[in-house]
């Protein structure tokens, strides 16, 4: 059983950052992060392949939001500068042996999540 670790949620005035963290447990996934606001989608945020080489976001946090990973430690980050209140969502980390993927179906693994609220 993979277990998925988050940390880092919390209450942050608009402008403000938060670091989410990740932490898994064996072997190195193809690992993200996913966000789902009160009555809306699950929508995609960002990835990071198990290397660390290659990364993707969303359009919506391209140049506010970094995604990174200590190998050694398991663990992936997501930085997260310049929050807008519309960023207030739980964020979900996620992870997959093989599916480096935008697409919330790819992932076999699933954090319980943690709540980012970003007020105005």
């Known amino acids: 059983q993979v277990q998925l670790v988050e940390s880092g949620g919390g209450l942050v005035q608009a402008g403000g950052s938060l670091r989410l963290s990740c932490t898994t447990s064996?072997?190195?996934?193809?690992m993200g992060w996913f966000r789902q606001a009160p009555g809306k989608e699950r929508e995609f945020v960002a990835v990071?392949?198990?290397?660390?080489?290659?990364?993707s976001y969303a359009d919506s946090v391209k140049g506010r939001f970094t995604i990174s990973r200590d190998i050694a430690k398991n663990t992936v980050y997501l930085q997260m500068r310049s929050l807008k209140p519309e960023g207030t969502a739980g964020y979900y980390c996620?992870?997959?042996?093989?599916?480096?993927?935008?697409?919330?179906?790819?992932?076999?693994?699933w954090g319980q999540g943690t709540q980012v609220t970003v007020s105005s």
């Open positions: 996620v992870a997959d042996p093989d599916q480096y993927s935008t697409r919330p179906v790819a992932y076999d693994y």
């Open positions: 064996g072997r190195t996934y193809h």
């Open positions: 990071i392949s198990r290397g660390g080489s290659m990364t």
